[in-house]
């Protein structure tokens, strides 16, 4: 090669380099969006995997040892999934089905002998899929899951909303070639208007219903023939006909459910009142003298009641519950409950115990690993005949009920909120068609309040293995309680 | 003419070796057994195929690579049937570019026969024709054209063993590279420097990993087609300035 080629060469290589750190820097954004969510390849991973990632292949073995994560949960070894779960969303942070799997073994497989969740982990799940959102913040998915796991297993509902509202409102789904151009499915809207019940606030869960009718009336005219948007179309003005009666009956007029079937042939699309009226009104003096006695039981003046005159609203007069409980620990760390609660049957008590120091944990980042110190325990009993009772053995489980602390609080909680429909629909969503001559807690910070029935008792170890009775002396105002708790007067409704 | 027709003649050669055409069988077999795999994993077998399928093509593209880049030339020396041809009108640059062209004819020959096959089984299990799963079997074929010109160039002063743990050695530090950019933000200046002259001097084999988005569609890029531009002139640029270096060291080579 001649000199001055050879020369020309080796200065053809300067701009070319130069170029070629130049498209680096141009490229280096994308890839890390690419890898958003993902840590280094081969952290944690066992020998066998480790090359795939280092060749590039971090998504092969994602998927790889997702296939064997999934082969555990069919043995029900379900310590070794979570690891695997980690690993997963290391290698490819945008699998969506693993943090949403993941994140309900964590919620809810976690159990003690008796089937009960183990709490501790719900943080940790819940972190998880908000790690998981963060990742994927395209798409409705994982932001969904979180507002489900509120519903269902939290019950938390004002988190439940915050999440299915941006769902609804932020987010999209894929089309069949994959890209986010696609409203969220309807049912990310019935959640929403189903938890906007859920906090008592019907006005808005009302429009969120008839904005969902209107969406599948439109989807229907496009495609008349389609059988499944039909259904969700008759589904939505079910749901929608039925929030406006149960509005007009608990806060207008009582409605006999009985006679409705039987007799309305219409309703008002606006206040829910049915037509014909038949089934708000007084149709005999029977019925008269039964809503008498019940103004008399809570001493309140009833209203001008004759036959063929409306009902008053469900929610009036404010129904007596006498809630009440005895607990005692039967055996070590067994717990035996007596309750009463004048309320229909299949309404349910939660009863939960934890260390006196326990506050619901806010993770800053994901984690396995949790205070096995703590003792939480939480449950839920049905009423049955103005009674419950309840046998909760915790003596079987050390690793879940340490009892290390010296000091627990006892609650027993009920929330109209949380409650069946057909409970509601003597309570009001918020409660407001009950009261409670001891232990009625009326959060005034929400709107509209919530009225909880809350007992709660301070005990000690030596109660807890029954050194010493559980008393009523040892009952906690419930005011005080959550301020310790929640640091305010309730608990918040968005965090 | 010369370079295309010694790029005619590797490939030729490269078609008939056995080892090269066992690892082509291989990975279609794979390639056409994906499905199996697939359905263990309820809910993302579509994920597990695609990921499978794009990793094999990638496997069995990187051995096809590195075997034929690091023996086109020492064959040649090993057999001296380097001197009749450079005793020929036969530029060394030329010798150089076409043994480096009939290499990548033979890569994409492979690639695109398992891309091929890779499509046909997504268009038969997921009942619709995927182009942009077309879209990562020519990253694939982009970031072989780039290990393939750092094999050659290797393979002008390296023995074959000893490319071949260079060249293997480097795909993986290449591999590393969202590694390597992490650490450009360190806050040790020493870890900075090192991260930089590692993350800009050696060919980021990583850029090409476009797998996350094409598995899951849910994954956003502003630009891709400009992202899949990019790398394809950074591939071609960098191949660029390794055959230069190539055609520099084999011009003072004594064969």
Redesign the interface.
Known sequence: ?HPAT?RN??L??VP??I???F??T???P??????RG?R??FAGLSTEFIL?P???????V???L??RA??FFHEGDYDAILPMVRMVTWL?P????VYITGAWHLAYNFTDASERSDRRYIPAAQKLLEEGDAN?S??Y?IAFELGWQNTDKIKDYARAHHWYRLCAYERKG?D?????TQPVPMFVWHQLAHSLARLGRIDECIEVWRKALAMSNELVRKDPKDYSRRNVRDSERHNLELTLKRKFSRYAHEIDWTLDSKRTRSTDPVTGSPTPMDACLFLSSQEIQRKAEQFRAVSAPAPAMSVGSPRPPAVVPQWETAFDVRPTFSADKVLDLKGQFNVGDGARVTIRLHDEKWRPPQLQAFTFNIDQDVTLMQDQHSVRQGTWGRKIDMSKDPKMYSFKSERYFLVFEFDPRGTSPFVQDRFGWSGEGMTDRKYLHVETDKNPPNRILRKVYRITRAQVLRREPITEADVFPSSEYVALQWGGPSRPDER | MVTLAIAKQTLEEMLRRKILLILLIVAVAMIALGPS?GF?????SS??LR??G??VI??AG?LITVLTGIQVIPTEIERRTIYTVLSKPVQ??EFVLGKFLGGLFTVFVMVASMGIVFLGVLRYQEG?FAP?MAQGVMMTFFQMTLLGALAIFFSTFATPVVNFFITFGL??VG?????T?SLLQNKNIATRLVASAV??AIP??????????L????????NMNM?IM??I??SL??S??LL??A??VF?RREV
Do not use: C
């Open positions: 090669m050879r060469l080796i053809a290589l070319l380099a170029v070629a750190v498209l680096q141009r490229i280096d994308t890839v890390a969006d690419l890898n993902s280094t390849p795939g280092l060749l590039g292949m971090q998504q092969a994602a998927g790889l997702w296939v999934d082969e490819d945008h699998n969506l089905d994927n395209g798409v998915d894929a069949a070639g994959g890209e986010l | 795999v263990l994993s309820p809910r993302e994920a597990v990921s499978l794009l990793a990638l496997l990187l060394r640059y619709r942009e795909f993986i591999n590393l590279s969202s590694v950019e993350h800009y980021n084999f990583g850029n090409f990993n476009i797998q996350n988005k598995i899951h569609p849910q994954v956003v890029i502003k992202f990019q790398n002139t950074y640029i960098y660029a300035v230069i270096l055609i520099i011009d």
